[in-house]
Antibody, heavy 120, light 107 residues
Framework: EVQLVESGGGLVQPGGSLRLSCAAS????????MSWVRQAPGKGLEWVSV???????YYADSVKGRFTISRDNSKNTLYLQMNSLRAEDTAVYYC??????????????WGQGTMVTVSS | AIWMTQSPSLLSASTGDRVTISCRMS??????LAWYQQKPGKAPELLIY???TLQSGVPSRFSGSGSGTDFTLTISCLQSEDFATYYC?????????FGQGTKLEIK
């Protein structure tokens, strides 16, 4: 079965760091473009970052310089390293897979989400 | 960044109704548009990609149309399980952007 399972969320103080993980099964993370999308409580969806199959990365302006997307091919796992966290980063974080390999496409597989709360 | 205007933000309808949700872009995106359905506490699910192609397993009462800057999601005969929030998303250029969402509620 093709699925994504996130972990690593929790409560962190402003200025702190957290690393989210997204374990994939049923497909190879390095073959598809993989993104992180977040949703603040009661709000809409916000795209955060993408990593291409070739390794290129892109970020939303709101997280550029603070967040880093990466993957471990041997573990078939996607990561999001989040530093200098702010209250406005509080959200459910989803990992998502582009439908087609090797090109931008819609997100056809989503994880269940992991909650990140930034608060003192 | 490409700005998206999704409307309406709230839609009240009854089972069996036909409803339409609109998404307008600040610039042309060809057909690089997707529609998602999200239910409370759940991850979004892909309904339509490439503006008008139905994702596998999605009921045929869902349809999408449009290209360039104006797009529409239509649900032809509402079922009880369709009451949810719907989002459009462009994947034409970074940063990818989502519409503000349309909450479809029971009248």
């Amino acid at each position: 079965e093709v699925q994504l399972v996130e972990s690593g969320g929790g409560l962190v103080q402003p200025g702190g760091s957290l690393r989210l993980s997204c374990a994939a099964s049923g497909f190879t993370v390095s073959s598809n473009y993989m993104s992180w999308v977040r949703q603040a409580p009661g709000k809409g969806l916000e795209w955060v970052s993408v990593i291409y199959s070739g390794g290129s990365t892109y970020y939303a302006d709101s997280v550029k310089g603070r967040f880093t997307i990466s993957r471990d091919n041997s573990k078939n796992t996607l990561y999001l390293q989040m530093n200098s966290l702010r209250a406005e980063d509080t959200a459910v974080y989803y990992c998502a897979r582009d439908r087609l390999r090797g090109q931008p496409d819609a997100f056809d597989i989503w994880g269940q989400g992991t909650m990140v709360t930034v608060s003192s | 960044a490409i700005w998206m205007t999704q409307s309406p933000s709230l839609l009240s309808a009854s089972t069996g109704d036909r409803v339409t949700i609109s998404c307008r872009m600040s610039q042309g995106i060809s057909s690089y548009l997707a529609w998602y359905q999200q239910k409370p506490g759940k991850a979004p699910e892909l309904l339509i990609y490439a503006a008008s192609t139905l994702q596998s397993g999605v009921p045929s009462r869902f349809s999408g149309s449009g290209s360039g800057t104006d797009f529409t999601l239509t649900i032809s005969c509402l079922q009880s399980e369709d009451f949810a929030t719907y989002y459009c998303q462009q994947y034409y250029s970074f940063p990818y952007t989502f519409g503000q969402g349309t909450k479809l509620e029971i009248k």
